[in-house]
C-alpha cells in the first residue's frame, strides 16, 4: 500500500516538475525581442511600435495562448495604410514577465490602462482584440469608451466558446490543476500543428506558438486566465458599449470550432448597434490565415476613413 500510494504521489507531481523545469524568460530569453520593455505594477512589460510616430494608433490586443506577434501581418498592413501599430505581451506570454495570481476583468484592463498611461498615450485611438483579447478590449471600452475611436473584435471571447472537456475540468481545485498540466501541452501543440498547412501572414507562427510551452509560467497564465476572465460572459459591458454609442465592428470566421458563430447572434442581441461581419471558410486564426478578408472588411475597397479626430500623446 506504501509503495502505491508513493507511486500515485510520483505521477502526481511528474507535470508540475516539468513545470518547474521550464526555461525562465529573463535577459538571455529576450535577447531576440523585438521592440522594448517597460515596467509595470506587475513586471516587466513587452511591447512594440510600427508605423509612423504621427500617425493615428491602433493598439492591438492578442489573446490566450499566441502572444502579440499574432498581429505582425495585420500590423504591417494597417501600417501601409498610415496607422502607428503598438502590441504588447500580456503577462504570462510571450516576452513579458510572469506573475502568479489569478487574472481576472481588473487584471487585464489595469494592465492594458497602465501600459497606456506609461506610455504617454491619452489620446483617442482604434482598439483591436482577438479571441480572448476581444474579452479584454470590451471590458477596457465599456469603461473608457471616449477613449476609443472604433472598436474591432476578432473571433472575440466573452460570449461562449468550446475548448474541451479540460477546459471545464480545470475548474476542480487540485485535480483539475494536475490535469491541466499533464494534458494541456500537448493539446495547444496539436492544435497548433493543425494549422501548419494554412496560409499565414504570420512567419512561422506554428513554431512561434509552440515555443511558448519552453517557458515557465505560460501553462499557469493560461490557467489563470481560464479560471478567471475566461469564466465570465461579457453581457454587461457589451450593453453599456451599446448605450455609449461606440463605433464597433465584429469579425467572425464561419467554421471556427472555438468561438462557435452561434456568439454572433449573442452579441447582437447585446449590442444591435454592432457591424458584424463573417469570413466564409475561416477558421480562429482570422487575423493571421484571412488577413486581406480582416481588412476589407474594415477598409471596403482599400478605404481609409477616421470617424473621429486623433489627439496622440
Not at 54 to 59: H, I, K, N
Not at 79 to 101: E, T
Not at 156 to 163: N, Q, R, S, V
Amino acid at each position: 500500500m506504501t509503495l502505491f500510494i508513493l507511486f500515485l504521489a510520483a505521477v502526481f507531481a511528474v507535470p508540475f516538475i516539468i513545470e518547474a523545469r521550464r526555461m525562465t524568460m529573463d535577459g538571455i530569453s529576450r535577447e531576440d525581442a523585438p521592440g522594448q520593455f517597460i515596467d509595470l505594477t506587475k513586471g516587466a512589460t513587452h511591447y512594440r511600435y510600427m508605423g509612423d510616430p504621427d500617425g493615428p494608433l491602433a493598439v492591438c490586443v492578442h489573446g490566450l495562448t499566441t502572444p502579440s506577434f499574432v498581429f505582425e501581418g495585420l500590423a504591417k498592413e494597417l501600417v501601409a495604410k498610415g496607422y502607428r501599430v503598438l502590441v504588447y505581451d500580456h503577462y504570462g506570454r510571450g516576452f513579458s514577465d510572469r506573475p502568479k495570481g489569478i487574472q481576472d476583468r481588473e487584471f487585464f484592463v489595469s494592465h492594458l490602462s497602465e501600459l497606456l498611461d506609461e506610455l504617454g498615450e491619452d489620446g483617442q485611438f482604434d482598439l483591436y482584440g482577438y479571441s480572448m483579447g476581444g474579452w479584454v478590449v470590451t471590458a477596457f471600452a465599456s469603461i473608457y469608451p471616449s477613449r476609443i475611436n472604433r472598436l474591432i473584435l476578432l473571433a472575440p471571447g466573452g460570449m461562449g466558446h468550446d475548448l474541451g472537456l479540460l477546459a471545464k475540468l480545470i475548474r476542480l481545485p487540485i485535480l483539475g490543476e494536475w490535469l491541466f498540466y499533464s494534458q494541456f501541452a500537448k493539446q495547444h501543440r496539436e492544435g497548433c500543428e493543425l494549422e501548419r498547412c494554412l496560409p499565414s501572414s504570420v512567419p512561422f507562427i506554428v513554431d512561434r506558438q509552440q515555443r511558448e510551452l519552453n517557458y515557465k509560467g505560460f501553462l499557469p497564465s493560461v490557467l489563470a486566465s481560464l479560471r478567471g476572465a475566461l469564466s465570465a460572459q461579457t453581457q454587461a459591458e457589451h450593453e453599456k458599449i451599446a448605450k455609449s454609442q461606440l463605433d464597433v465592428t465584429a469579425i467572425w470566421g464561419a467554421d471556427d470550432a472555438v468561438i462557435p458563430l452561434a456568439a454572433k447572434d449573442k452579441l447582437a442581441k447585446w449590442n444591435p448597434n454592432v457591424q458584424n461581419v463573417v469570413i466564409d471558410n475561416a477558421g480562429h486564426g482570422i487575423p493571421y490565415t484571412h488577413t486581406d478578408e480582416v481588412l476589407e472588411a474594415l477598409f471596403p475597397s482599400g478605404r481609409f476613413e477616421s470617424k473621429r479626430s486623433f489627439t496622440n500623446g
